[in-house]
């Protein structure tokens, strides 16, 4: 059975820094691409970032550019956000995705973890 777990999650200051891992387990291939979503209440999810498994080709959304950083380890199946000078927008829920293709639309990730609460303060 296919799983994603987030972990890293928690407030922080804006200014401040955290670093999301997902660990994958159960896939008998390596996914294609593997992402980044967020989601606030009542909002829809969006993309942040998309790392092909392969090549490590990576997308960003505006938002996250320059601040943000998608990383992977495939040996230990495991996907990173590191994401520094954090501002208080930044505050949602973090899930982690993986699919067959690496456009951040939600259609293209048909895995999700469960998501890790990331909260920015002033």
């Known amino acids: 059975q296919v799983q994603l777990v987030e972990s890293g999650g928690g407030s922080v200051q804006a200014g401040g820094s955290l670093r999301l891992s997902c660990a994958a387990s159960?896939?008998?291939?390596?996914?294609?691409?593997m992402a980044w979503f967020r989601q606030a209440s009542g909002k829809e999810r969006e993309g942040v970032a998309t790392i092909y498994t392969g090549s490590g080709t990576t997308y960003y959304a505006e938002s996250v550019k320059g601040r943000f950083t998608i990383s992977r380890d495939n040996a230990k199946n495991t996907l990173y956000l590191q994401m520094d000078s954090l501002k208080p927008e930044d505050t949602d829920m973090y899930y982690c995705?993986?699919?067959?293709?690496?456009?951040?639309?939600?259609?293209?990730?048909?895995?999700w973890g469960q998501g890790t609460q990331v909260t920015v303060s002033s």
């Open positions: 159960g896939f008998t291939y390596r996914p294609y691409c």
């Open positions: 995705a993986a699919g067959a293709a690496c456009r951040p639309l939600i259609a293209n990730f048909n895995y």
